[in-house]
């Protein structure tokens, strides 16, 4: 007589939660996931997106409670090691090990175009 074997269903991912404070924004964050795929997974906006392979800086954040551990290098053209020892990181180069509450830290750069004026011109009578 044979066995069957025994099937098992895959664990659940660990998931934590994750508060972008500054834009009052909370998602859970797999404890495998940096926290910017966690967000970008769920379709939700909040800490800007670039690389997200640590190369562009856009997703830079300040950790303010909780905890993460780095999936990769982070550059140092991006993130100083004091500015690190102060709890910025990169969301798309480190996961949640405990419930995280961040700031975005980076600026967005775009062209500013300022007001439009409008000049009517008439014609000459
Ligand atoms: S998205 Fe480019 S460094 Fe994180």
New binding site residues.
Partial sequence: MTSLPVLTTSPRLAALPVTIANVGLSYDCATTESL?AGMLRLGRKGIP???????????KVRIVEGAVQSLGPISRA?VSSEEEANGYT????VAPTQAVCLEVAARLRKPFLGSATAVVQRPAS
């Fill in positions: 910017l997106a670039g690389c997200v392979s640590g190369g562009c800086g856009v997703c991006h990169l969301a798309c180069r």
